[in-house]
């Protein structure tokens, strides 16, 4: 059984959401918590798995018990919230009193040790790992708290983990998607090249873009599965298409800042406007703040002021890499895009807003100034 943890039913619906996403992309762990109560792959059937799964009865039963939650003095809640209030002390004591905590389950299979990895708090891992806890574990994702490290790009923290025994060629939500894979979507490339370092998986041609080795790639269009590291993203099916293969990884490279390895793909036939899954090579690019990847794919032919998707399905539509890098606030972008021709007032098809209104709404009054400026 699952132990239940936080004491908002929203948190829970969204974890039902997140789990439904995660079976229709065929991800093994959540497609057999479906299976386990012969319950429809539907919004209703992923919170009746998710109710089911605590001990619940029904969507309404788990809503009274979270309601007595902090009452009742749960062993798993109270872990929770020490490593919610970054208290090592606390966590250590109630792990060192009720030794199996380190093994219980929590909410779509999530443990102590992946939630402490989810607060980038090495102090809180470390307690957990101390005690014996299961390094290579997944939650219902198949994500394990290695793909957390690579997911929020801490070195140290990724470090910490394959010293203790974890697995880099561990796919979670979807074939391939492994913790390199998960640093790679993201362009964390510090973490990327530490993981690269205990074994590429898989050795596909977005991997070793990411990468800029594109020697790597021994099977270029393999374990594509996974596409999007959570249900924000809106869902795709990725094809064994030779050209979609190419124009995905100058995205991908694009992101991790390999700018000679950009100019190589083109050379291959890849399209620099390309915008196969939720982004140009460009976007990506801007939205990770790659100068150098920017000066050079518009060098290679890609239009500053190309719309495109970005991020989830309410986000960006119609978007420009200058849009994003105003989001960020990022100043060296923004410079590198304006003194490139972007254009400051053209606005996005979604909020019909320009790039000076997406750094206002994100707060960043100097990048306001500098677009409203340019």
Same mark, same amino acid.
């Given at each position: ?247 995905? %990884? !100058? $995205? &991908? +490279? =694009?992101?991790?800042? #390999? ?5 190589? /793909?083109?050379?291959? @036939? *890849? ?9 140009? %090579? !460009? $976007? &990506? +690019? =801007?939205?990770?703040? #790659? ?5 050079? /794919?518009?060098?290679? @032919? *890609? ?72």
């Amino acid at each position: 059984m699952q132990h239940a943890y936080r004491e908002d039913i929203d948190y829970y619906d969204e974890r039902a959401q997140g789990l439904l996403a995660s079976a229709q992309d065929g991800t093994d762990g959540a497609v057999a918590a479906f299976a386990r109560y012969d319950a429809p792959l539907t919004p209703d059937g992923a919170r009746t798995v998710v109710a089911r799964e605590h001990g619940a009865e029904s969507w309404p039963a788990l809503q009274r018990h979270i309601a007595g939650l902090r009452d009742s003095g749960a062993p798993f809640a109270r872990a929770y919230r020490a490593i919610e209030a970054h208290d090592v002390d606390r966590l250590a004591a109630l792990v060192d009193e009720q030794p199996d905590l380190v093994a219980a389950q929590g909410t779509n299979g999530n443990d102590l040790l992946g939630m402490a990895g989810a607060t980038c708090d090495e102090r809180l891992v470390a307690v957990l790992l101390e005690r014996g806890a299961d390094v290579t574990r997944g939650n219902a994702h198949g994500w394990t708290p290695l793909h957390q490290a690579a997911y929020s790009n801490l070195p140290l923290l990724a470090r910490m983990l394959l010293d203790a025994g974890a697995r880099v060629d561990v796919s979670a939500r979807g074939d391939g998607g492994t913790p390199l894979i998960v640093a790679l979507f993201w362009g964390n490339r510090d973490t990327a090249e530490l993981l690269a370092e205990h074994g590429v998986q898989p050795r596909n041609l977005r991997a070793a873009a990411g990468l800029g080795r594109l020697e790597l790639a021994e099977e270029p269009g393999a374990h594509r599965g996974f596409y999007r590291p959570h249900g924000g993203f809106p869902a795709w099916q990725p094809s064994d298409d030779p050209r979609e293969v190419l124009d995905e %990884a !100058l $995205a &991908w +490279a =694009a992101r991790n800042d #390999r700018a000679d390895t950009l100019a190589e /793909l083109v050379e291959r @036939g *890849a399209a620099v406007g390309a915008d196969v899954y939720r982004g140009t %090579a !460009l $976007a &990506w +690019a =801007a939205a990770c703040g #790659r100068v150098a990847a920017i000066r050079q /794919l518009v060098a290679l @032919g *890609a239009d500053p002021d190309q719309r495109g998707t970005f991020g989830g399905p309410d986000h960006g539509d119609g978007i420009t890499a200058l849009h994003l890098a105003a989001q960020n606030g990022d100043m060296p972008t923004i410079r590198a895009l304006l003194e490139l021709g972007a254009d400051a007032a053209i606005r996005d098809r979604r909020h019909g807003g320009t790039p000076v209104d997406w750094a206002a709404h994100a707060g960043h009054e100097d990048a306001r100034a500098l677009l409203a400026a340019g």
